[in-house]
């Protein structure tokens, strides 16, 4: 017969309570009694016949209630597989709502031809300075610069230019358009360590290539000697070295540029992304260099006048006064000089070949002295440029005065 929990409990109480009176002097009417107490009370304290359900608040009941117990290596592999495969169903419905939205995208948005509409009044015509034949842009020679940044500069360029005053009938000419070709051209680089700034070439007017001829030639045979149209080799072996020299070529450019009235025009490719603050500063400071050497070392104070500091001040704001205007890599600045002297900067396009002018500067002298850090004197901007622009002018002496823009035209 099986004893319940409830009646052991009743029954231990009991049998503790007698045996803690008999051992306290309680004498028992029985030692059959007392061993039988005895017994009965050591089999009840054993911990075998303790509750198997723990009471309400109980240790016992507390201590399986919130003892942690450690999950096995298959509840960790589970656990770990159903994070992989929620996260990969996240994971799916980010990449269909992707494509739903590629899709609505391209069906919602608005086709070109139902947005076109049929102008009757036609577009102005284009002018020469903003668009080029895009057929005579493809047949231009190239001619490589040696950086692959800007591998290549057109031989022949076409700029506006204003009719000159002296022309009869000028205010009904308007605006024509010039072809120049290519002198030479090198790159610009800074510091030690050579790196490379832009590409900066120089152009000539055809039409004006000899007068160049003819001014080179007298500084090597000067027109009371004999009346020469072409050098020699030993003649043109002259006239480099000429040039080459830094006081001899800094007088014969010096005289050409002054009074020579020829149209030339710088052409300057950034080789990196750069900003016209930063090429004006460049520029400024060579003029500045040259027009205190000119003071110094040639006595010669025409470039210390304040009307030569406002022309200046006239050049510092064609590019953008103080306004940081980017020009990105590949962008072309052009800087055009007049049969006056009036140097005109012009921002253009590569792609499409579009040219704004930024500003005119009328005095001679800014354009003169930027002119001659490139092309003479101890020090130069590029040092290939010069040699490069040096060759040039030796293959135009070599042929006969006129041949040249024959030949080019």
């Not at 960790?76 to 899709?103: L, N």
């Amino acid at each position: 017969m099986k004893t319940s929990p409830l009646r052991m409990l009743v029954s231990r109480r009991v049998c503790t309570c007698n045996l803690s009176q008999l051992q306290a002097g309680h004498a028992p009417s029985s030692p059959h009694l007392i061993r039988l107490l005895s017994s009965s009370t050591k089999h009840n304290a054993q911990p075998s016949f303790t509750s198997p359900v723990p009471g309400y608040g109980s240790s016992e009941m507390l201590r399986r209630k919130y003892q942690k117990s450690e999950p096995s290596e298959l509840e960790k592999e589970k656990a770990e597989r159903a994070s992989t495969v929620k996260r990969m169903r996240y994971s799916g419905y980010g990449i269909a709502a992707c494509t739903v939205a590629i899709f609505a995208t391209i069906a919602l948005y608005p086709s070109a031809s139902a947005e076109q509409v049929i102008r009757q009044d036609a577009p102005p015509p284009p002018t020469p300075s903003t668009i080029l034949d895009e057929t005579s842009a493809k047949e231009v020679e190239q001619v490589p610069t040696g950086t692959s940044t800007i591998p290549f500069f057109p031989r022949i360029i076409h700029i506006t230019s204003d009719a000159p005053p002296s022309t009869p009938g000028a205010a009904n000419e308007g605006k024509t358009d010039e072809e120049y070709q290519l002198v030479g051209l090198g790159i610009r680089t800074v510091s030690m360590f050579s790196i490379q700034v832009y590409v900066g070439g120089l152009y000539i007017a055809v039409s004006d290539i000899a007068a160049l001829q003819q001014r080179l030639i007298n500084a090597v045979v000067p027109p009371s000697q004999s009346v020469a149209t072409t050098l020699v080799p030993g003649e043109k072996d002259q006239l480099r070295q000429l040039l080459l020299d830094p006081t001899r070529g800094e007088d014969i450019w010096n005289e050409i540029l002054k009074d020579g009235h020829l149209r030339t025009a710088f052409r300057i490719v950034p080789t990196r992304n750069t900003d016209f603050m930063h090429l004006r500063d460049g520029f400024v400071r060579g003029i500045t260099a040259r027009s205190a050497h000119f003071a110094s070392d040639r006595n010669d104070s025409s470039f210390q006048d304040e009307t030569f500091g406002a022309a200046l001040n006239d050049f510092k704001s064609a590019f953008g006064g103080s306004a940081r205007r980017k020009l990105p890599k590949g962008e072309i600045l052009l800087l055009v000089r007049d049969g006056q002297g009036k140097l005109s900067v012009w921002e253009e396009t590569s792609k499409t070949g579009d040219r704004v002018k930024m500003g005119d500067i009328s005095d001679e002298r800014v354009g003169r002295l930027l002119w001659l850090g490139y092309l003479a004197g101890k020090k130069v901007s590029s040092e290939p440029a010069r040699q490069n622009v040096v060759e040039g002018c030796m293959e135009f002496v070599e042929r006969p005065v006129g041949t040249v823009a024959t030949q080019v035209v």
